[in-house]
């Protein structure tokens, strides 16, 4: 075969190739968005009493939402995403006696990053700021992803300070570590929006690719909703948010510190979580003492949308239980 030939036969694979992408691409996204969706005209935008912004110890900001009266539950979302994360928690806790707040970390949705820019002690020192700044106490902390890295670091760092404001904390779809040998799904996505990985923006921003992408972080009954939400947050984040919080997470390690933890624990994930699987859940509860563990059949990592009704009920039934036994032991 002649050089020439041999060129036109490469660009004809080359061509039937993408052809055979794109085609699957366009069909697993309208098999998806053909399912009956009841939050199809929702637009996630949380629920709040009162807005509040704080500064951060290193000169950020803070942002922060509050709906309801009644004992604080703390929300605290992932990596690349917002208040926006907790919609239907805002909505729910309020209406199950509880004060709800979720909070912006640092460079994401209304918050902005200080001078030491993205560490994983900032987000402890976040966390701090938010329970110091609005003086909470009998706290309960939710945790998703990042924000669960937060509330351990936290934990971790400042116990004193949690004894004193905290009365127990829940994990969402979360880790100690970052496992990235071993963990194909975790390391993939961290290494996409640390400095490792080319800038997503571009691939999120077409419509069908960039739902499929984010289709990666639900189990099997995931709405075409959630998806779309997921990343809409994903690409308001600023890029260099997304980099700078990708790449504070890339060596992570609290599994031993964790240990210390004097604090009643809930954990949950979802089996078919591909970015914080199992595993790493079941490593958490049996490394915190007496927490306890909830595995969520066919769940993904985004379990406040995939699960809504189970995941606020295990929250609420959580908090009821540590903050009522916090009041009447009087700590």
């Known amino acids: 075969m002649s050089a020439r030939n041999k060129t036109f036969v490469g660009l004809a694979v080359v061509a039937a190739t993408a052809a055979a992408v794109w085609g699957a691409e366009q069909a697993a996204v309208r098999r998806s968005r053909r399912q009956e ?19 951060s110890h290193d000169g950020g900001v803070i942002h922060a939402i509050s709906r309801g009266e009644g004992p604080p539950v703390v929300l605290s979302h992932g ?4 208040v926006r994360t907790w919609a239907k928690q805002m909505e729910f806790l309020p209406g199950a006696g509880f004060r709800a707040i979720a909070f912006d970390h640092r460079g994401h949705g209304a918050s902005v990053a200080g001078s030491s820019g993205h560490t994983i002690e900032n987000l402890a020192w976040d966390v701090r700021t938010v329970l110091e700044s609005m003086d909470l106490r009998d706290a309960v902390l939710v945790g998703h992803s990042m924000g669960g890295i937060a509330v351990l670091a936290f934990m971790v760092t400042f116990p004193e300070i949690a004894a004193e404001r905290v009365s127990g904390i829940v994990m969402l779809s979360s880790m100690a570590r970052t496992p990235l040998s071993g963990h194909e799904g975790l390391a993939r996505f961290v290494g996409a929006i640390s400095d490792r990985g080319p800038d997503v923006t571009g691939l999120l921003n077409r419509r069908d690719l960039g739902y499929l992408m984010s ?3 639900f189990g099997s009954e995931a709405l075409p909703s959630h998806i779309e939400l997921t990343r809409e ?18 060596n992570l390690d609290l599994v031993e510190k964790i240990a210390s933890i004097r604090m009643p624990t809930l954990v949950i994930g979802g089996t078919a979580d591909v970015l914080t699987p199992p595993a790493e859940a079941r490593r958490m509860a049996a490394t915190i003492p007496g927490a306890s563990l909830e ?15 189970l995941v606020n009920e295990l929250i609420s039934s959580f908090a009821r239980r540590v903050q009522h036994s ?3 032991s009087g700590s």
């Not at 929702?42 to 704080?54: G, K, R, V």
């Not at 595995?295 to 009704?309: A, K, N, Q, S, W």
């Open 37 to 55: 969706d009841p939050d199809a005209l929702n637009e996630f935008m949380p629920a709040f009493d009162e807005t509040h912004t704080f500064p």
């Open 326 to 328: 916090s009041a009447s």
């Open 215 to 217: 289709r990666v972080g």
């Open 233 to 250: 947050m994903v690409l308001e984040c600023p890029t260099e948010t997304r980099r700078a919080a990708g790449r504070a997470l890339l």
């Open 79 to 82: 990596v690349t995403l917002s």
């Open 295 to 309: 595995i969520v059949p066919r769940g993904g990592h985004m379990l406040m949308f995939e699960r809504t009704d």
